[in-house]
């Protein structure tokens, strides 16, 4: 696929993903469009389905290929998908990136900032954080 047709496809990609439209990322996807293709900020689709906790979106995304512990670098959009997930306590959201291989003890940042499993205490998210630790994270 051409990088226009590729560029085209993953501003609509995160429009779908921002509307929470399942039918219309379920069709971008099928057409092409590369589900780890930061928009022009670095925020991944992937971490855009979790912050704002679009858990079957996010699980579209991870079956087409999406990396589960790719950090996003965008403006108020920095850390893994885990992470933003575990902020707002979106516990299906981080049940779906779970399943699918996300790292419970990866600290966003590149290491250095929180873990999964802090976000989910300090926002006072026990369910979240019940989930995360059944899947081996630890407070560090």
């Given at each position: 696929m051409n990088q226009r047709?590729?560029?085209k496809y993953s501003r609509r990609l995160f429009e779908a993903i921002s509307a929470g439209d399942v039918t219309v990322v379920k069709a971008f996807l099928r057409a092409?469009?590369?589900?780890n293709r930061t928009d022009s900020e670095g925020?991944?689709?992937l971490y855009e389905a979790s912050v704002n906790g679009k858990a079957e979106i996010?699980?579209?995304l991870l079956t087409a290929g999406a990396a589960p512990d790719a950090?996003?670098?965008?403006l108020g959009a920095e850390g893994t998908p885990l992470c933003a997930a575990a902020c707002w306590g979106h516990a299906n959201t981080v049940r779906q990136l779970l399943t699918h291989g996300a790292d419970p003890n990866l600290h966003e940042e590149h290491?250095?900032?929180?873990?999964?499993?802090?976000?989910?205490?300090?926002?006072?998210?026990?369910?979240?954080?019940?989930?995360?630790?059944?899947?081996g994270a630890t407070p560090r």
């Amino acid at each position: 696929m051409n990088q226009r047709r590729q560029k085209k496809y993953s501003r609509r990609l995160f429009e779908a993903i921002s509307a929470g439209d399942v039918t219309v990322v379920k069709a971008f996807l099928r057409a092409g469009a590369d589900p780890n293709r930061t928009d022009s900020e670095g925020t991944t689709p992937l971490y855009e389905a979790s912050v704002n906790g679009k858990a079957e979106i996010a699980r579209l995304l991870l079956t087409a290929g999406a990396a589960p512990d790719a950090e996003s670098s965008g403006l108020g959009a920095e850390g893994t998908p885990l992470c933003a997930a575990a902020c707002w306590g979106h516990a299906n959201t981080v049940r779906q990136l779970l399943t699918h291989g996300a790292d419970p003890n990866l600290h966003e940042e590149h290491g250095t900032g929180w873990s999964p499993l802090r976000w989910a205490t300090e926002g006072s998210h026990s369910e979240t954080a019940d989930l995360l630790i059944a899947a081996g994270a630890t407070p560090r």
